[in-house]
């Protein structure tokens, strides 16, 4: 007996020096999400041919969101993203002199992606009916294949930039993130990964690794990938089952929107490790099931 806890005190150990979840560590219970007392609130199950611009970019116009900017080392671009087959897409295109032309003369030869968002809310804005101040936040999607495909579910507003209170004006949750790709046998374990956000972007910036965990075959087939926001913690789960749970930064107390996002790895629109990805590849695209939003029910 006393070997035993030996070796699970050992891989506890290594489980959190390296953030990696080895099935017993961070979460030796993996409990299921409880959702006793939440009632569905707000959701997208992505019916029908188009966005619903009721929910995604509410009150905002999407031509002034970065669409065609650079980011990180591609391009975000409304076309990217189309509704179909009860899911959204957000494809994986790069498009050359020619392609990009018909759009604008300002556009650039590069890889193009895109994201959505709800209303992104002030941190004292709680009338905003696309953002939301706690319960459990959850989609249901496949990830982009390709080395340097970075796809993302997470949560925001404007309080993240403010510095004087740490994380609790606003904390950038990234429920998860897929940058763990590795093509062929270089393939890293189906991981994803966690982290939090607070302090701005500059030089007071704080950030937190969650850590990374697996998820199963999230390439080829779907996951559901959620967190838990109470007033006092974050708790994150993967098809249901808690990985991690963390108070850092102090805990967002104010109204954060959604967003699904893909980026390109790299800088000032210029891609790099993307190892030996295919230019005219036309099947890489984040693909979304669903995002759904549960709150606690009001007492009767």
């Not at 998820?215 to 996951?223: D, G, I, R, S, T």
Request: proline content about 2%; hydrophobic content about 30%; some cysteine.
């Amino acid at each position: 007996m006393k070997i035993l806890n030996f070796f699970i005190s050992i891989v506890v150990l290594i489980s959190t020096l390296i953030g990696y979840d080895l099935g017993c560590g961070r979460n030796p219970t993996k409990k299921e999400v409880n959702l006793d007392g939440y009632e569905l609130v707000w959701s997208d199950e992505f019916k029908g041919d188009s966005l619903d611009k009721n929910k995604w970019n509410d009150n905002q116009n999407v031509d002034t969101l970065h669409w065609g900017a650079v980011r990180h080392g591609g391009y975000w671009h409304k076309d990217m993203i189309s509704v179909s087959d009860d899911n959204l897409h957000i494809k994986i295109r790069y498009l050359d002199e020619n392609a990009v032309s018909s759009y604008s003369k300002d556009y650039k030869a590069g890889w193009y992606t895109g994201y959505v968002t709800t209303h992104l809310s002030n941190p004292d804005d709680e009338t905003n009916p696309d953002s939301f101040l706690y319960g459990y936040f959850e989609t249901r999607c496949i990830l982009p294949k390709g080395e340097g495909f970075w796809s993302a579910f997470w949560m925001m507003n404007k309080g993240v930039y403010n510095t004087e209170n740490d994380g609790v004006d606003g904390t950038e949750i990234d429920v998860f993130e897929s940058f763990k790709y590795r093509d062929g046998e270089k393939k890293t374990a189906d991981i994803v990964e966690s982290n939090l956000h607070w302090n701005g972007y500059d030089e007071a910036h704080q950030h937190y690794r969650v850590g990374n965990f697996y998820a199963n075959n999230p390439y080829e087939e779907y996951n559901t990938y959620g967190v838990m926001w109470t007033p006092d913690e974050y708790i994150f789960y993967i098809n249901g089952h808690e990985t991690a749970r963390t108070d850092k930064g102090g805990v967002s107390k104010n109204p954060e929107c959604l967003l699904l996002s893909v980026e390109i790895s790299g800088n000032d629109g210029v891609a790099s490790g993307l190892g030996d990805i295919n230019k005219n590849t036309e099947d890489a695209e984040f693909t979304v099931d669903y995002v759904r939003v549960y709150q606690l029910k009001e007492a009767e």
